[in-house]
């Protein structure tokens, strides 16, 4: 019998050309020229005489999610880690993170100097498991980081609870989660802060950029002291040619502002993505409608979740699949047939290579606190399993018309009934 996969060199199922990430607006040309010829490319050169993108984003993404206050920073790292330190958290301190997520979930923590604690992941929804996080929690804990991933939303009432029995400020990370849903209210809105990555594969996006949503005036401020190097935005009369930020010398900061290139693309963006979201999310029914009766598992969320996000759609494969071929080579052989990339989750962050702050000298404090960081202390079984056992694609495939949905099932069945040829 001859090979019939595409990736074992049978004829490809699928020829299409799918939805490409990212998409601009109408506006956004005209943003960008506008801010060309403005004299002010960021908010750190002198005012102009009109209200900077940076200000017009703030106050559009704050209304965005509910939030009265809004902090534009220049990548999601920099909203997470501004975010802990504007919370209080410092040197040395534990902050639990999931164990399962982008590395930025550790490198954020490490990059002010704590100790990130990798705490493993709800099988369902694949973000932090409450029993775990509570089952993690010493006299060190100043922290709790949480990931909305994939496509869920955790949970929040679990977290939320824990977090105030042990006092402990929650930091949303919504990397993956821009216009979710828990409860009909938008996360980020929950946590003490909630830390967004504008990057560009994310919902919204402008290539690079971040921002911290809160409602405590106190963080905000804080917030803006650490990503403008000490300074904060003035809110009286500012004269053209005088600087927006102010000098207060009340907390140091460094620099991660926003460029107003970035604001102006943001601002065009955010006017799509409810759009583009409930796209997203009418594809990822069907799909998961259809997969569910060939025997694989979608991921779920939580039960308060009433709006999902799909930054990637991940569904975990049958155990008698698995039995046959690994998870690796079942995705590669769907992205065989599909021509779009379909890969595993994340690699879990106590053995993943991108989280080894060994490599790093800034980390070389002394023995005690290289063995508090060491990645490797950790057990994380659900989390190698979901990475074992999940295939997962980008969001912007479930932007195609829902013919292509259709074809995206048929995919996998034809994989899943010729998985013997990827056995051995
Ligand atoms: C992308 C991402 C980040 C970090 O964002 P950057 O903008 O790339 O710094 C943080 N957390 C998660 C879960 C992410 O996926």
Same mark, same amino acid.
């Given at each position: ?8 060199? @049978? ?12 998409? %601009? ?36 993404? +704050? ?47 490490? @990059? ?11 099988? $369902? ?7 775990? $996080? ?51 209210? %938008? ?112 991921? @779920?969320?939580?039960? @308060?979740?009433?709006? &999902? ?19 690796? &080579? ?51 079984? $659900? ?20 013919? +292509? ?20």
């Amino acid at each position: 019998m001859g090979n019939s996969l595409a990736i074992s060199g @049978g004829p490809r199922l699928i020829d299409r050309e799918w939805p490409r990430w990212p998409q %601009p607006g109408d506006r956004a040309l005209k943003s960008l020229e506008d801010v060309l010829t403005s004299g002010r490319w960021t908010i750190s050169c002198a005012y102009q005489g009109r209200q900077s993108y940076e200000r017009q984003f703030a106050e559009a993404f +704050a209304e965005y999610c509910n939030s009265p206050l809004c902090v534009p920073v220049a990548t999601g790292t920099a909203a997470l880690a501004i975010a802990l330190e504007a919370c209080g958290v410092g040197a040395s301190d534990e902050v639990v993170v999931p164990g399962l997520s982008w590395v930025a979930s550790s490198s954020a923590v490490l @990059g002010i100097n704590a100790v990130p604690v990798l705490v493993d992941v709800d099988p $369902v929804t694949y973000c932090l498991d409450p029993a775990a $996080v509570e089952a993690a929690i010493t006299d060190r804990t100043r922290a709790i980081s949480v990931v909305h991933a994939y496509s869920a939303v955790a949970d929040l009432d679990a977290l939320l609870d824990i977090a105030q029995r042990y006092g402990l400020p929650l930091i949303e990370d919504c990397a993956h989660a821009h216009g979710a849903r828990y409860n009909n209210w %938008p996360v980020g809105a929950f946590g003490t802060a909630g830390a967004f990555s504008m990057q560009g594969s994310k919902l919204l996006t402008c290539g690079e950029g971040g921002a911290v949503i809160t409602d405590d005036p106190e963080i905000a401020s804080r917030a803006e002291h650490l990503r403008a190097d000490g300074r904060v935005l003035r809110r009286d009369a500012v004269d053209v040619g005088e600087m927006e930020l102010m000098e207060t010398g009340r907390l140091m900061g460094s620099n991660a502002c926003l460029s107003e290139f970035h604001a102006a693309v943001l601002l065009d963006q955010l006017d799509l993505l409810d759009q583009q979201n409930s796209r997203r999310g009418r594809s990822a029914e069907r799909l998961s409608a259809r997969l569910a009766e060939l025997g694989l598992t979608p991921q @779920g969320t939580s039960a @308060g979740t009433t709006e &999902r996000a799909y930054y990637r759609y991940a569904v975990r494969l049958p155990d008698e699949v698995l039995a046959i071929a690994p998870a690796d &080579r079942i995705a590669r052989a769907l992205g065989a047939e599909l021509g779009f990339p379909v890969m595993r989750t994340h690699q879990p962050l106590n053995d993943n290579p991108l989280n080894r702050p060994s490599t790093r000298r800034r980390f070389a404090i002394d023995r005690e606190y290289m063995a508090r960081v060491d990645p490797a202390r950790f057990d994380l079984p $659900v989390a190698r399993r979901i990475h074992d056992s999940v295939v997962s694609f980008g969001h912007e495939v479930l932007l195609a018309p829902l013919d +292509a949905i259709d074809d995206i099932a048929e995919a996998f069945a034809k994989v899943l009934s010729h998985v013997e040829e990827l056995a051995g």
